[in-house]
């Protein structure tokens, strides 16, 4: 079983998140979803037909959603079997927080790695 396929998405915070992804969606050219963020598709190199995305996405400063380290970024990994990985991951002690969710675009999962940062796994569907 792979772990982690790819980068699913980079997160950062920001004083005025809008404003940001405005900034870059019209300085380098970078379109923004209907959802506010910036997804870069791309077609998997094993499999042409097969789409994937990868995420950048701009989050007001105060945000909780990258965890309770004050950190200013979160890494979000796509990964092919969610919930395998995550009993994998208990198994050998690492920190994973028992909340999933799911949405049409996937399904995800949390963990924290030794520092504290809060990583977010990402199986799409």
């Known amino acids: 079983m792979k772990k982690v396929t790819g980068i699913g998405g980079v997160f950062l915070k920001a004083e005025d998140p809008k404003k940001l992804t405005d900034w870059y969606s019209e300085n380098l050219g970078i ?5 506010g963020a ?10 042409p037909n097969e789409k994937g995305q990868t ?5 007001k400063k105060d945000t909780g959603y990258f965890g309770k380290k004050k950190t200013d970024f979160m890494m979000n990994f796509r990964v092919e079997n969610l919930e395998e990985l995550l009993k994998d991951l208990r198994s050998r002690g690492i920190e994973v ?3 999933t969710e799911e949405y ?9 790695d030794p520092e504290g940062n809060r990583i977010e796994l990402w199986e799409p569907t």
């Open 55 to 59: 995420v950048f996405s701009l989050f």
């Open 97 to 99: 927080e028992e909340k």
């Open 31 to 35: 379109q923004k979803s209907e959802h």
């Open 104 to 112: 049409e675009y996937g399904k995800f999962g949390w963990i924290i």
């Open 38 to 47: 910036i997804v870069f598709e791309w077609a998997n190199a094993e499999n």
